[in-house]
Nanobody
């Protein structure tokens, strides 16, 4: 059984930083692309970042470029999202997702596996 478990969410003031982690178990994602999405109350799930299996090709949503950094450690079956200069409008549940393919995707339906999400709240 595949499991993705996010951690690292919490409450932070505007301008602050958080580092999210995603641990995969049940299968290896070392040769699969992975991604981060977020969903605010009343809104659709939104793409944040995606990373190819090797880690050398990454895409970000325009809104987070220059502030967020995605990385992965295939040996540990882990993916991370470093978030800096957080804004109140980025308050959301953040989800880790895994693909069945090596190439990255910005679309939620391109992902077969999802974590339960971790809440990030940015206060003004």
């Amino acid at each position: 059984q595949v499991q993705l478990v996010e951690s690292g969410g919490g409450l932070v003031q505007a301008g602050g930083s958080l580092r999210l982690s995603c641990e995969a178990s049940g299968r290896t994602f070392s040769n699969r692309a992975m991604g981060w999405f977020r969903q605010a109350p009343g809104k659709e799930r939104e793409f944040v970042a995606t990373i190819i299996w090797s880690g050398d090709r990454i895409d970000y949503a325009d809104s987070v470029k220059g502030r967020f950094t995605v990385s992965r450690d295939n040996a540990k079956n882990m993916m991370y999202l470093q978030m800096n200069s957080l804004k109140p409008e980025e308050t959301a549940v953040y989800y880790c997702a895994g693909r069945t393919r090596a190439i990255r995707s910005m679309r939620p339906h391109g992902y077969a596996y999802w974590g339960q999400g971790t809440q990030v709240t940015v206060s003004s």
